[in-house]
């Protein structure tokens, strides 16, 4: 049944080759036909260290918005044009109006079939003393709340979020994420920016900070969590099976 619910549309992503060209070293991948499943089976019978990475792919299925390609665009603005320092930095209120309208779209959503056999094989395995790690590119958490409990998030997560002041991070499942964001972050191409202060903006509840909070996700321009790249490399050191 595991083998099975593998094949699910969204788990094979072609995001290896992205996150390979930040390892440390090369590593050997065997090629398999993806419709031989005998062969498939008895891979991963013998296997007990089993890495899956995956993409935007496999959150497809619950409707999460990937904002690329033609759908691309959050009102008037190409998404990926939000998703900048810069942008930040010149318009903090109209990037967090952005990220406080995907945060409440992912409140609404659920981990599918996929998230979900990820997260029971994980289950299952650990019982016979096997592993299995999940390095995903999504920020939406929806492999954590299908269960999962080794995740790499390599681009951060919506539901987290960084001072620029003090530079805390910490999770925030807060909704409205603060008072002046509540109803704000209509995707309406002819919605106008709420243009809220920036003191009423997310802040920083550290002591003796209040420091202008930011999503804790990696936006284009910066770097990956070396961190969490390390944790990457090692456990695809040691797999000896990656599903992709």
């Known amino acids: 049944m595991i083998a099975n619910r593998f094949t699910c549309r969204g788990i094979i992503n072609t995001h290896l080759y992205h996150l390979h060209t930040h390892l440390r070293k090369p590593w050997r991948i065997q090629d398999m036909a993806s419709s031989d499943m005998a062969a498939f089976r008895e891979i991963f019978s013998k296997a007990n260290n089993i890495a899956i990475i995956t993409g935007a792919g496999v959150s497809a299925e619950s409707g999460v918005p990937t904002f690329r390609g033609a759908g691309g665009y ?128 997310p802040r920083c509840e550290q002591r003796g900070c209040h420091g202008l909070l930011r999503p804790a996700v990696v936006w284009f321009g910066e770097a990956l969590d070396a961190d969490i790249l390390s944790s990457a490399e090692d456990v695809l050191d040691s797999c000896d099976l990656c599903l992709v």
């Open 74 to 201: 959050w009102r008037k603005w190409n998404a990926q044009d939000l998703a900048t320092p810069t942008a930040f930095n010149k318009n903090p209120s109209r990037v967090w109006e952005f990220y406080h309208y995907r945060r409440e779209v992912m409140l609404t959503k659920n981990p599918n079939p996929a998230h979900l056999a990820i997260a029971e094989c994980e289950d299952r395995l650990s019982r016979q003393g096997r592993k299995v790690s999940v390095i995903s590119q999504n920020i939406d958490e929806l492999h954590r709340r299908a269960g999962s409990k080794n995740i790499l998030e390599i681009h951060g997560s919506l539901f987290r979020t960084r001072c620029m002041s003090c530079g805390h991070e910490e999770a925030n499942y807060n909704s409205p994420i603060c008072a002046a964001l509540e109803g704000k972050g209509a995707p309406d191409p002819e919605a106008h920016d709420a243009q809220i202060p920036v003191e009423k903006l």
